[in-house]
């Protein structure tokens, strides 16, 4: 079965400062793709980034990048220069065909 | 471009009781998604559709729960009867879909809040 962990409830950065979420999944599948999406305090859940898990290069977005290890099967997000508008919680998604599969998410506290 | 509507946005109903969640997709997007977020968790998918058709309900309890996509554009979501395990926050995401893979975004609607007492 495919599920997708998050270990870190919560998290806090400093305001400009470099913040890493982790992301772990297991899965028997070669062909998948990998997403975080951002979820801010009642407003809507927005993609971040996703990642084709047949490209070895990372994805790139603006302040926003991952490291993909397949080998491993893990899939962290990397924010640089974190804003306060940063502040949201961070569910790291796997898909794979037609299934569709969420971690449990981590609150990212951005500090002024 | 407007976005997903769902309404209600909240909804209180007692145990055994039914209830109705309604979706307007974004004009346009063939791919229709209904996630259920229990407090705590992440979203789980329930059911997708593509255009009307059901492409995959595998996780919908359908016991109680059903949904329909008349004319392939709004979706409604029903439970009946509803249990206190209901209680959550359902989210309705729609997409362009031409085949799932990278050109694939979901746009999410606001969600509608459920609590079962």
């Known amino acids: 079965a495919q599920t997708v962990t998050q270990s870190q409830p919560e998290m806090s950065v400093q305001e400009a400062e470099t913040v890493t979420l982790s992301c772990t999944y297991d899965?028997?599948?070669?062909?998948?793709?990998l997403f975080w999406y951002k979820q801010p305090p009642s407003r809507q859940m927005i993609l971040v980034i996703r990642?084709?898990?047949?490209?070895?290069q990372n994805a790139t977005e603006n302040r926003f990048s991952v490291n993909f290890q397949k080998a491993a099967k893990s899939f962290s997000l990397k924010i640089s220069d974190s804003q306060l508008g940063d502040a949201a919680m961070y569910f790291c998604?796997?898909?794979?065909?037609?299934?569709?599969?969420f971690g449990t998410g981590t609150s990212l506290t951005v500090i002024p | 471009e407007a976005g997903v509507a769902q309404s209600p946005r909240y909804k209180i109903i007692e145990k055994r009781q039914s209830v109705a969640f309604w979706c307007n997709p974004i004009?346009?997007?063939?791919?229709l998604y209904w996630y259920q977020q229990i407090l705590g968790q992440g979203p789980k998918l329930l059911i997708q559709?593509?255009?009307?058709?059901?492409?995959?309900d595998s996780q919908l309890p359908k016991d109680r729960f059903s949904a329909e996509r008349l004319k392939g554009v709004d979706s409604t979501l029903k439970i009946q009867p509803a249990k206190l395990e209901d209680s959550a926050v359902y989210l309705c995401?729609?997409?362009?879909?031409?085949?799932?893979?990278?050109?694939?975004?979901?746009?999410f609607g606001p969600g509608t809040r459920l609590l079962v007492l």
């Open positions: 004009s346009g997007h063939a791919t």
């Open positions: 998604a796997y898909r794979t065909g037609n299934q569709f599969y």
């Open positions: 899965t028997s599948e070669s062909d998948y793709y």
């Open positions: 995401a729609s997409s362009t879909k031409r085949g799932w893979g990278p050109q694939e975004t979901q746009y």
């Open positions: 559709f593509q255009n009307n058709g059901v492409v995959d």
């Open positions: 990642q084709e898990a047949y490209k070895q």
